[in-house]
């Protein structure tokens, strides 16, 4: 992945500058160690490294806005970071860069359940804003896989998604308000505990802007009460052909699942190994899950089982109990670390209009044939956004290259027949080089103007999202 | 071919046309879908309408999406929904009647005014629905933001920043939206004689419940009502449910009729108490508990709460500045209903601070620099 070089005369201020750094921060907050800030070389993309110049971790608003107005000064690039869980680089330092990290920002500011908001600053994690209001019935909705570690701040930039967003919604739907510091230091309040935006919506065009735009160090976020319980069921086909039918009939049959996975047949058996979930060893599996009372699930799951057995289902097995629930989810929560035992994998995020989903899981055995390598299939149906798994053997010089160039691939066949790059993890450096497959110019230049408007040196997290060479002219200047 | 006029209102009937009309308009353009939201600041400016770009490009109603030009009628894209069982999330509010206009509402305009009803408080603003745009910015270029899938986060979203702009960053071609399906069922719950700030509670305890209430408004003089949709018997569920839980604030009547159930909602999404009223109309948006303090610092003529009291409707005085009564109550108020007169002088859109507005201000010049995309409407 190229990377623009790194700027001499920031580099040659090095010393100068961290101590400029230190001036403004309190001591510890200031890393420029070569050992220490090593940690911070790479999120969790580990294909890419590099170390950055130094890394900085402000505890408020006010050291924040502090160390961007110096570097704004200094015109030195900062990369924002949240808690480095990015699978697409969108943390990854560049030499000349300051990382500056919103990890010891992580106090929930006010919570109010009447009005069903919570304020916290964003170096918390995801998970633990549900944990702030767990206990009073309430959860926040967006749920990305790494929500243990992930901090909202990272799910701002990229606008995470997760399982539920069929029902639920997407980072910037669940978004109401938030502080952001621009990079030339001013602190500006968008939104708050009430709803829609009374100009423009810059808070719309902020979240999922990948750290380009702001630092985003406080986030008032929606809250909703948890439904009363939840249930799936799982169903096994024979062709991914009938399971897409199936999925686009539930849709039709006006019930809302909060979850629909699909998984194909290699991901079942690699999951099956692995965690002996007693899934069928069949081409396409379904698990569909509902929400409300017990009697209201039983009959979301009756309408469900009465259309999947016209789709004369392989298998068909509702839950009953917390317990079968749970074995029937188990499979798939370990698709990952399944895989993870027996490859190396990368994890591929495009989203098809699902009607295509048959064609075009056809056309990535194809192609994965061509490269000689193997693909693993688990889809958030609801939505069509696909997680390709593509394995490799790290060990064997090539294999990575051969797997990105049929990522690649896939992500260009996930346009062509009208989906996109990325669901739901953002472009960063990983996907930045396909946008010209996705946009035309006009279309980047009009994203483009929106950077030079919060970010007219285009200082903030560099190189990401834009081709190196659609931005060249304005990051030069 | 050249744009057809007609009674002196540029229509262009293809994006191309569109496009080489803006390229060669030189002054002021009023932008327009069917003209029934005549919010903002006057524009003086030469009426450009995207009325004749309509028609449904896409609808799979399998995925729950549908790609329609935005000349296209709001109602035809109801219909079209309905006839799968399906609907627009967000219940687009119909201006017509408050406003007293008669045009026919367009989804460029709904989008434009990121036009939202009573189920904004469960499923989301018209801009929380919309995954696709295609606009003409102010220099004649054509540009395509998100697309046909629900999620999408490849590159910035442009398509936020396009809802509710009110045509002041480009002019809208196509949009794309994700859908639901329609309930089998629905139900209104009634409690009678409320005071407003009694009546907030009542709809909180209703809000955070589990019962996905779907609307909560409170009519002073005409009741508290709850809304809960979905299949017959979770509907019947639920109503027991909430009756019981809002047992301390009375006996909840439930309708269960679907026309009474349809009707009801659409006067409170088209605040019809309002309709052929004298006055102002001034739209805020506030934190739910601090609506009954909009309405005792406005001293208005009359009010209704929806979105559990965060959006409070008020007739007022015609002239009055509303927002010198609210004073510093976080959230912000729009005047939607005046006389052109009133709307010039006081500011529609609620004045925003210095470096917000100078981003706006920012991206109004990088999108349309020579400045002729309803100009002044939203921002001085």
């Not at chain 1, 086909?237 to 629909?260: K, M, Q």
């Not at chain 2, 569920?237 to 301390?248: C, F, I, K, Q, S």
């Not at chain 2, 909602?265 to 303090?293: C, E, M, N, Q, Y």
């Amino acid at each position: 992945m190229e990377m623009p070089i790194a700027d001499v005369r920031v580099l040659n201020r090095r010393e100068r500058l961290v101590a400029g750094l230190r001036a403004i921060l309190p001591g510890d907050a200031v890393i420029d160690d070569v050992a220490e800030t090593r940690a911070y070389e790479c999120d969790a993309l580990t294909a890419y490294r590099c170390p950055p110049m130094a890394v900085v971790l402000p505890r408020s608003t006010s050291e924040v806005a502090a160390v961007l107005r110096f570097c704004h000064d200094e015109g030195v690039p900062v990369v924002p970071r949240g808690a480095g869980t990015s699978l697409a680089g969108g943390a990854l330092p560049t030499a000349d860069c300051v990382i500056l990290g919103v990890a010891r920002m992580t106090e929930v500011l006010e919570t109010d359940l009447d009005n069903r908001f919570i304020r916290v600053e964003t170096g918390r994690t995801n998970l633990s804003v549900t944990g702030a209001v767990e206990e009073d019935g309430f959860f926040y909705a967006p749920d990305p896989s790494s929500q243990l570690a992930c901090a909202i701040a990272g799910n701002i930039a990229m606008n995470s998604g997760g399982a539920h967003c069929l029902k639920y919604g997407v980072t910037t739907n669940n978004l109401l308000g938030a502080t952001v510091v621009l990079m030339d230091g001013t602190v500006i309040t968008l939104g708050g505990a009430h709803l829609d935006a009374p100009g423009l919506d810059l808070l719309g065009v902020i979240c999922g802007s990948e750290g380009q735009l702001g630092v985003v160090t406080e986030a008032t976020l929606r809250i909703l009460p948890k439904p009363e319980g939840a249930r799936p069921v799982l169903m096994g086909f024979d062709s991914s052909e009938v399971a897409g039918e199936c999925v686009g009939d539930i849709i039709r049959a006006g019930i809302l699942p909060v979850a629909i996975e699909f998984m194909d047949r290699p991901c079942i058996r690699a999951c099956e190994a692995f965690a002996h979930a007693g899934y069928p060893d069949c081409e396409a599996l379904l698990i569909v899950e509902v929400e409300g009372s017990d009697a209201e699930i039983d009959a979301q799951l009756e309408a469900i089982t009465a259309i999947a057995r016209r789709h004369n289902p392989v298998a068909l097995r509702e839950s009953g109990s917390a317990e079968e629930s749970a074995a029937i989810w188990k499979g798939r929560k370990s698709a990952f670390g399944a895989m993870g035992q027996i490859n190396d994998y990368i994890c591929l995020d495009g989203t098809i209009p699902i009607g295509e989903l048959p064609g075009v899981l056809r056309r990535i055995g194809d192609l994965a044939r061509g490269y000689g390598l193997e693909v693993a299939n688990v889809f958030h149906a609801g939505d069509g956004n696909m997680h390709p798994l593509i394995l490799f053997n790290a060990n064997q010089p090539g294999e990575l290259e051969k797997a990105e160039d049929l990522g690649a691939d896939i992500l260009r066949l996930c346009v062509e027949v009208g989906g996109c790059l990325s669901g739901e993890h953002g472009v960063g450096v990983e996907k930045r080089d396909l946008m010209t497959d996705q946009y035309a110019a006009e279309d980047l230049e009009a994203q483009m103007r929106v950077k030079d408007a919060f970010d007219p040196k285009w200082l903030l997290n560099p190189a990401k999202v834009f081709p190196l060479a659609v931005s060249a002219s304005r990051r030069a200047a | 071919m050249t744009p057809t006029r007609k009674d002196t209102v540029m229509q262009p009937t293809s994006e191309a046309d569109l496009a080489e009309a803006i390229r060669g308009a030189n002054g002021a353009l009023a932008i327009r879908g069917g003209g029934t939201r005549p919010l903002g600041r006057p524009v003086a400016g030469e009426a450009l309408s995207t009325a004749a770009l309509s028609g449904v490009r896409l609808y799979e109603p399998g995925a729950l999406t549908l790609v329609v030009g935005a000349g296209t009628p709001v109602a035809e894209v109801e219909a079209l929904l309905a006839s799968e069982n399906q609907r627009l999330p967000f219940e687009p509010m119909d201006h017509r009647g408050l406003t007293g206009t008669d045009g026919i509402p367009t989804v460029g305009g709904m989008v434009a005014a990121n036009a939202s009803g009573p189920r904004r408080v469960q499923a989301g603003a018209c801009r929380d629905s919309m995954i696709g745009v295609r606009f003409v910015d102010g220099t004649g270029a054509v540009v395509k933001n998100g697309g046909r899938v629900m999620k999408n986060v490849t590159g910035y979203d442009l398509v936020k920043l396009l809802a509710g702009s009110w045509g002041t960053l480009g002019v809208l071609t196509e949009v794309g939206f994700k859908l639901l399906p329609a309930p089998a069922a629905a139900a209104t719950l009634r409690l009678a004689d409320l005071d407003d700030a009694t009546a907030v509670r009542a709809m909180a305890s209703a809000l955070t419940s589990p019962f996905e209430v779907s609307g909560a408004a409170h009519l002073p003089g005409a009741g508290t009502f709850l809304r809960l949709e979905g299949l017959e018997a979770q509907v019947a569920y639920r109503a027991g449910r909430l009756v019981d839980r809002l047992a301390p604030f009375g006996r909840a009547e439930v309708e269960r009729a679907p026309a009474a159930v349809a009707a009801r909602w659409a006067a409170i999404r088209d605040v019809a108490t309002f309709h052929g009223t004298p006055g102002d109309v001034w739209r805020v948006s506030v934190k739910p508990s601090d609506g009954p303090l909009v309405a005792a610092r406005a001293q208005a003529d009359a009010v209704q709460y929806d979105w559990g009291g965060g959006l409070v409707w008020l007739r007022m005085p015609e002239g009055t500045d509303l927002r010198a009564r609210l004073g510093d109550l976080p959230g912000h108020a729009t005047l939607v209903r005046a006389t052109a007169e009133t709307r010039a002088r006081l500011a529609p859109f609620p004045p925003e601070p210095a470096p917000v507005a100078a981003l706006a201000s920012a991206l109004r010049a990088k999108f349309d620099p020579r400045g002729i995309l309803n100009p002044g409407l939203m921002a001085p």
